[in-house]
C-alpha cells in the first residue's frame, strides 16, 4: 500500500507564497508521474501541475509563472512552490502519485486547504 501525505497549505494573502509538500510511502520502486491537482468549492478537480520522473513539467495556464513544480525521485517526493497568490487559488490541492511501481497504480493525497485572502 502507498500512502502520500501532504503538508504546508494554509492562510496566505493575496500576492503571498506558500510551499505545499507530498512524500509518498511504501512499496515504491519508482513513480512515473507526480502533481498537485485541487477542487475549489462547487468545482470539479482540476490539474495544477504534474511532473515526470525526467523532469518534464506541465502545468495549468491560471498558474503558469506563479508556481513552480519541483519532485526529489529518491526521496518520493513532490513540492508545489506557490507565488504571488490570488483568491481564485483557494482550494483544497491534492498530491496525486501516477504509475507508481511495482505494480503501476495511482494513487492520492487527502488534501491540504489552501485559502487565499484578499
Known amino acids: 500500500q502507498v500512502q502520500l501525505v501532504e503538508s504546508g497549505g494554509g492562510l496566505a494573502q493575496a500576492g503571498g507564497s506558500l510551499r505545499l509538500s507530498c512524500a509518498a510511502s511504501g512499496t515504491i520502486f519508482s513513480i512515473n508521474i507526480m502533481g498537485w491537482y485541487r477542487q475549489a468549492p462547487g468545482k470539479q478537480r482540476e490539474l495544477v501541475a504534474h511532473m515526470t520522473t525526467h523532469g518534464a513539467a506541465i502545468y495549468a495556464d491560471s498558474v503558469k509563472g506563479r508556481f513552480t513544480i519541483f519532485r526529489d525521485n529518491a526521496k518520493n517526493k513532490v513540492y508545489l512552490q506557490m507565488s504571488s497568490l490570488k483568491p481564485e487559488d483557494t482550494a483544497v490541492y491534492y498530491c496525486?502519485?501516477?504509475?507508481?511501481?511495482?505494480?503501476?497504480?495511482?494513487?492520492w493525497g487527502q488534501g491540504t486547504q489552501v485559502t487565499v485572502s484578499s
Open positions: 496525486k502519485a501516477e504509475g507508481v511501481i511495482p505494480d503501476d497504480l495511482d494513487f
